[in-house]
């Protein structure tokens, strides 16, 4: 059986949604069988999606997507049972919140949950108050994705010090990856088409840890 990876955080502008999709694309691109469930109330990658399809109609899809719109937290706990039980991997774009009704059925089936992150101090406070919930009540392994990363802000001695602060309090719940720079690459994805040497190689090393972990039991 395949496994559930959740794209998720609380925190907003952190790229989760972009992220969720390339991850995707990687994957399907790498020979992979995959499909993504868009579970967000904003539908933004569903609608990334039906933008891409009027563009490229002829387009063949590297992967279906789904919503859960309009379902109530009884369906979608039985959709997420029926998902387990897929021989190939899921990849799930959460609500950026702690209140949607259906996350409790989606958290828990989940397998694989990959967090976004800024180093600034708003984020790391609304992160560490995500994981802490999170984890006193869900089994999924937690990976943190360092995403948008200004290189030369990066150098400045007050943010290496934010930086390395955030690296010592997220080992306490999951595994840090390394950083993913800010890139016009990244903003130009798009859902239907392949990755382009310059898009891989500018998520391959944050996206190898996790994948590695799909690879652990997953299919292959």
Same mark, same amino acid.
């Given at each position: 059986?395949?496994?559930?990876?959740?794209?998720?955080?609380?925190?907003?502008?952190?790229?989760?949604?972009?992220?969720?999709?390339?991850? &995707? *694309?990687?994957? +399907? !691109?790498?020979?992979?069988?995959?499909?993504? %469930?868009?579970? @967000?109330?904003?539908?933004? =990658?569903?609608?990334?999606?039906?933008?891409?399809?009027?563009?490229?109609?002829?387009?063949?899809?590297?992967?279906?997507?789904?919503?859960?719109?309009?379902?109530?937290?009884?369906?979608? &706990? *039985?959709?997420? +049972? !029926?998902?387990?039980?897929?021989?190939?991997? %899921?990849?799930? @774009?959460?609500?950026?919140? =702690?209140?949607?009704?259906?996350?409790?059925?989606?958290?828990?089936?989940?397998?694989?949950?990959?967090?976004?992150?800024?180093?600034?101090?708003?984020?790391?406070?609304?992160?560490?108050?995500?994981?802490?919930?999170?984890?006193?009540?869900?089994?999924?392994?937690?990976?943190?994705?360092?995403?948008?990363?200004?290189?030369?802000?990066?150098?400045?001695?007050?943010?290496?010090?934010?930086?390395?602060?955030?690296?010592?309090?997220?080992?306490?719940?999951?595994?840090?990856?390394?950083?993913?720079?800010?890139?016009?690459?990244?903003?130009?994805?798009?859902?239907?088409?392949?990755?382009?040497?310059?898009?891989?190689?500018?998520?391959?090393?944050?996206?190898?840890?996790?994948?590695?972990?799909?690879?652990?039991?997953?299919?292959?």
């Amino acid at each position: 059986m395949g496994k559930i990876v959740l794209y998720t955080n609380v925190k907003g502008g952190v790229g989760k949604t972009t992220l969720c999709g390339i991850f &995707a *694309t990687y994957l +399907a !691109n790498s020979g992979r069988t995959v499909a993504v %469930v868009d579970a @967000d109330l904003q539908q933004s =990658l569903f609608r990334h999606r039906k933008r891409d399809l009027h563009q490229n109609p002829d387009t063949s899809l590297p992967w279906e997507i789904n919503t859960l719109r309009g379902r109530t937290p009884e369906e979608v &706990a *039985t959709i997420m +049972a !029926n998902l387990k039980l897929l021989p190939y991997d %899921v990849i799930i @774009d959460c609500p950026g919140n =702690l209140v949607d009704p259906n996350l409790e059925a989606i958290y828990s089936n989940a397998d694989i949950a990959v967090v976004p992150i800024h180093y600034d101090s708003d984020t790391l406070d609304a992160t560490q108050m995500f994981c802490e919930t999170f984890k006193g009540h869900f089994a999924a392994k937690m990976f943190f994705v360092p995403n948008g990363i200004v290189s030369v802000e990066e150098r400045r001695e007050h943010l290496q010090q934010e930086r390395d602060k955030a690296i010592e309090l997220l080992k306490a719940y999951g595994t840090v990856t390394p950083r993913i720079k800010r890139s016009v690459v990244i903003s130009d994805y798009n859902t239907l088409l392949p990755l382009t040497i310059y898009q891989r190689n500018a998520v391959k090393y944050a996206f190898e840890p996790i994948i590695n972990e799909l690879q652990e039991g997953g299919a292959e």
